[in-house]
């Protein structure tokens, strides 16, 4: 992958993650909660699973992933193996 693209590719994501939603949520109410010292660590855990979600991502690990029969969760028998339960069994 180019340098470019790479650099493209953070800046989208950094731009999409300073959109207010569930992880600056959680950010402000243990600033307000906990104090600053807490609201510090949370960023930096959530720049470190935002990071490794990014590298993986450029990785190709989702595509991996997405290949897979396993991720196939839609259909019972993909994912699990087995036929599905009737419906006489989920009742016992």
Do not use: C, K
Request: aromatic letters at 8%.
């Amino acid at each position: 992958m180019a340098f470019d693209h790479w650099l493209a590719f953070v800046a989208a994501s950094a731009v999409l993650l300073a959109i207010p939603g569930p992880t600056v949520l959680l950010v402000i109410s243990y600033a307000l909660g906990h104090g600053r010292r807490a609201a510090w660590s949370t960023v930096a855990g959530v720049t470190l699973g935002d990071f490794t979600s990014m590298t993986t991502s450029l990785l190709g690990l989702g595509a991996v992933l997405a290949a897979g029969r396993v991720t196939d969760f839609s259909n019972p028998r993909v994912s699990t193996g087995t036929n599905p339960p009737s419906a006489s069994q989920r009742l016992e």
